[in-house]
């Protein structure tokens, strides 16, 4: 009765106005969440194209200007003899060499130039956007309409870091009941504004202690420091003929292999040989399970836009597929105006010059540059325009990402995870795994430990001692749990789109292992540049790894796009996707690799003659810095250590073809001097899975390769005595040149024997010739001939290599029997050639 007293007369009246205030309350809010998110994404999208379009521009401008450098160094061998041979293999490729020389030049003119294209650029790009604020870019593709009507939240808070203060930006589904940091009167606002808002109600976050001063001794960023050691080395293969296999697009089913799966005991077995290699101490330092600050840098943008596909008759899947996500998230608001943005060139202020210098060798690129760009840049997207169109399934497999590194610079690891964290879906990225390689830096201990326990992905594991990157990676593979493995190098940026792609590959084929497109980022500024379409990694003479354009010829023949995967005979090592069941079945890595080198041939072979297949993904890119010399300590001598891990290679994989590597400047190893280590596993591990031969390899994936198995052959006719050497009955002589008879075909071979059969013609005592069993370990049965010599008056002769003193092979003129002389140019009883040469 009470409560009836009050809604009588002027009661009344004051219920129905309070009823009506809250009605008109609730739909103004509903205006006012859908008026903000509309705007948001709306300015969004805006910005985005604008800036995508012109850093796009500006990357392809430079296109031209940079040339990537060969991902691995070669270590040449120390006689000058392969010198003299490779430059003479190479002599077609001065032009190239020149051009490539004179864009390596730190020419201050040319990046003033670039400079001021930037500043420009820059201008514009503030005043279209308006106010010149600073912009939080959050990319909201394919946005659909139940998502408009759930706005999503954001939640910000600053985090004082070593390199800055990075803002934490945290979206999340208006519809899970958390707060949203918006406040009245905010529809009017800026995107900028609105995560400023957010920032100003948070509490400072846990502050890591500063990085302490890490600059070394004087560096020498001098210009032939930063030359690229493969300049050299430029493929041929402009007629890259490649027979090139036309991929296709959709799914397919799943091959499984037989006979080739470890039993999970084994699995187990080697995966605790390698956690013994962990110090376990950090294990639970960085475990997520204790990770205080559970900020997700996730966001509810990335819904996908589904395909039904129709009819795909052959496919097992009936998944529905989706366009590439373009997730990119970001830490905080983008400042148009920061160092480095939008992946466009940097510029070191004149004063700061010498400190640029001196912090160079920290890492051998750019450090100081490297500390001043924010550690969640926007790069451009560089995909080819298709790539937008492409599909990927919608039950693409998780992944796991795994950066090893040793002492690494601060900046760029942590770009490093950022690009991975900011552009991946995040239901794909199970985790992060940054193995420790035993580094030596402070800040890379407790400082990491903290800065990285915001991100619940990411896990840390410390090696006790240095293992080098194989056996890093491989004790990040141990404890991943993603259903693919996602290997990095920790100077990187993952560009917009580039996980699916390479996920889509393997969930096709489970046998597939998918690269990126290995981008640069400029080592000097730090701009990212794109490079061109249609590269892929082949090897050369002794196993150096290159870079080589497929051919036109090529490119019409398939008619390839630009997108379409293409087959690559060696990847280029740090940066692939595999699946983690399947890098089990093919005995991972060999383990007996040291350190750094080789194990990106050691892979490449084993997963080509195993029965898998390595390609280049041009819908996926990540840029990489690529260094002209390793910034971190070999534990002994590198090229030692480089040309151990290349032997191990060549022994295991190359057979019949290994002499053509010792026979390219590799020769000293087969003195027995260096010792390999066992071979027996891996040797076993290629018969029981059942892999093919290097012949295969090279006629099916690599069939451009020139590999003669000999350098020369036939005859071998000498000029002075106009007759031809013969063996007969264990006995030489000279005889009428006769090509038909089988006692007078030798051959000159990688080993340098002068070779018939098993036998080969030597030197004993330093005076005598004699014929002997051939053994690739006598250095006198080594004959130099042709590109061999140095002198170019002594290329017809055969000199004996063990010799100091320089001795020919001479026909005898009167005895006519093969005796030893000193060299003498003028000498045509010295000079013998060969019916034909395969080398020059
Ligand atoms: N790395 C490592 N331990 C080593 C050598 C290298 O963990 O002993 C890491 C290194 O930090 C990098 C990756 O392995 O993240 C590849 O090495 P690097 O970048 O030097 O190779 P490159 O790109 O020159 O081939
Ligand atoms: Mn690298």
């Avoid at 691995?72 to 077609?92: A, M, R």
């Avoid at 290097?694 to 006629?699: D, G, I, N, T, V």
Wanted: glycine letters at 6%; charged letters at 25%.
């Amino acid at each position: 009765m009470k409560v009836r007293k009050y809604f009588r007369g002027s009661g009344r009246v004051l219920a129905f106005v309070f009823i009506a205030s809250v009605i008109w309350l609730l739909f103004d809010m509903a205006a006012l969440r859908l008026s903000i998110n509309d705007v948001n994404s709306q300015l969004l999208k805006e910005i985005i194209v604008k800036q995508r379009a012109a850093a796009k521009q500006q990357a392809t401008k430079r296109t031209h200007l940079v040339n990537r450098v060969g991902f691995k160094q070669s270590i040449q061998k120390v006689d000058l003899d392969l010198e003299t041979e490779l430059k003479l293999s190479n002599k077609g490729d001065k032009k190239v060499n020149d051009v490539n020389k004179k864009l390596t030049k730190f020419d201050p003119a040319i990046k003033d130039n670039e400079f001021n294209k930037n500043i420009e650029y820059k201008k514009s790009g503030v005043n279209k956007l308006g106010d010149g604020k600073a912009v939080g870019i959050i990319k909201r593709n394919n946005e659909n309409e139940s998502n408009k009507s759930k706005p999503a939240k954001v939640q910000a808070s600053y985090t004082k870091t070593p390199i800055g203060t990075i803002a934490q930006v945290v979206l999340k589904n208006g519809s899970d009941g958390t707060d949203i940091h918006v406040k009245q009167g905010m529809q009017k606002q800026h995107a900028s504004e609105l995560t400023k808002s957010g920032l100003l109600q948070n509490a400072p976050r846990k502050i890591p202690a500063d990085v302490p001063n890490m600059t070394k001794a004087p560096s020498g960023a001098q210009e032939e420091k930063m030359q690229n050691p493969d300049k050299k080395f430029e493929d041929k293969a402009s007629h890259d003929n490649m027979q090139l296999e036309k991929q296709h697009n959709h799914s397919k089913e799943r091959t499984q292999l037989p006979n080739m799966v470890k039993s999970d005991k084994e699995h187990l077995k080697d995966n605790d040989k390698i956690l013994n290699l962990l110090d376990r101490r950090y294990l639970n330092k960085s475990d997520p399970a204790i990770v205080k600050h559970q900020v997700q840098p996730t966001m509810k943008a990335a819904v996908p836009q589904r395909v039904e596909i129709k009819g795909n008759s052959s496919s097992a899947r009936k998944s529905s597929m989706h366009l590439v996500m373009q997730v990119d998230m970001t830490q905080s608001p983008r400042d148009s105006d920061a160092v480095g943005q939008f992946g466009l060139a940097a510029v070191v202020p004149k004063d700061k010059q010498e400190e640029m210098l001196r912090r160079w060798n920290e890492g051998h690129f750019n450090v100081y540059l490297s500390e001043q760009i924010p550690v969640d840049r926007a790069i451009p997207d560089t995909r080819p325009q298709t790539c937008l169109e492409s599909l990927v399934h919608d039950d693409l497999p998780t992944t796991s990402v795994i950066f090893c590194f040793v002492d690494e610079v601060w900046s760029t690891l942590l770009r490093s995870v950022h690009s991975v964290l900011n552009r991946s879906p995040p239901h794909l990225l199970k985790e992060i795994i940054l193995v420790d390689d035993f580094s030596s830096k402070d800040y890379l201990k407790d400082n990491l430990d903290i800065y990285m326990s915001q991100f619940p992905k990411v896990r840390i594991i410390r090696l006790k001692e240095r293992q080098g990157l194989i056996r890093a990676r491989l004790a990040g593979a141990a404890i991943a749990t993603g259903k693919v493995l996602t290997f990095l190098d920790s100077h990187i940026e993952c560009n917009v789109g580039w996980l699916e792609p390479l996920l889509e590959r393997v969930y096709t084929d489970r046998r597939k292992v998918a690269c990126p497109v290995i981008e640069v980022i400029s080592d000097k500024d730090m701009s990212y540049v794109l490079v061109d379409n249609f590269q892929r990694g082949i090897f050369k003479w002794p196993l150096v790894f290159g870079w080589s354009t497929l051919s036109e010829e090529v490119i019409k023949r398939d008619k390839m796009k630009d997108s379409d995967p293409i087959r690559c005979p060696v990847m280029a090592g740090g940066l692939f996707s595999i699946d983690r069941q399947y890098f089990y079945e093919l005995g991972t890595y060999d383990p007996g690799l040291d350190v750094w080198g080789g194990e990106n041939m050691e892979i490449s072979f084993k997963i080509w003659m195993c029965g898998g297949e390595i390609e280049i993904i041009p819908c996926s890119r990540v840029g990489h810095i690529f260094r002209s010399e390793n910034p971190y300590k070999f534990p002994k001598n590198k090229q030692k250590t480089v040309e151990r891990n290349l032997a191990r290679v060549a022994e295991v994989w190359l057979d019949e073809y290994k002499e053509q590597f010792y026979g390219h400047g590799y020769h000293h190893l087969l003195d027995k001097s260096i010792d390999v280590g066992n071979l027996t596993d891996q040797i076993q591990l290629r018969q029981k899975l059942k892999c093919k031969s290097f012949r295969w390899y090279l006629e099916n994936v690599y069939p451009e390769m020139d590999a003669p198995l000999v350098r020369a052959q036939g005859l071998i006719f000498n000029l002075g005595a106009r007759k031809c050497l013969a063996l007969e009955k264990g006995v030489l002589s000279f005889d009428v040149c006769d090509l038909s008879k089988q006692s007078q075909l030798f051959n000159h071979t990688w080993m340098r024997h002068l070779q018939q059969q098993q036998s080969c013609i030597g030197v004993r005592e330093r005076e005598s010739v004699v014929l002997e069993p051939c053994d690739i370990t006598k250095p006198n049965l080594r004959w130099l001939h042709k590109s061999l010599i140095l002198s170019s008056d002594l290329v017809d002769h055969l000199i004996v290599e063990h010799l100091p003193k320089r001795t020919c092979l001479e026909a005898g003129a009167q005895t006519g029997c093969l005796i030893l002389s000193v060299c003498d140019p003028g000498s045509q009883f010295q000079k013998w050639q060969f019916t034909h040469y395969y080398t020059q």
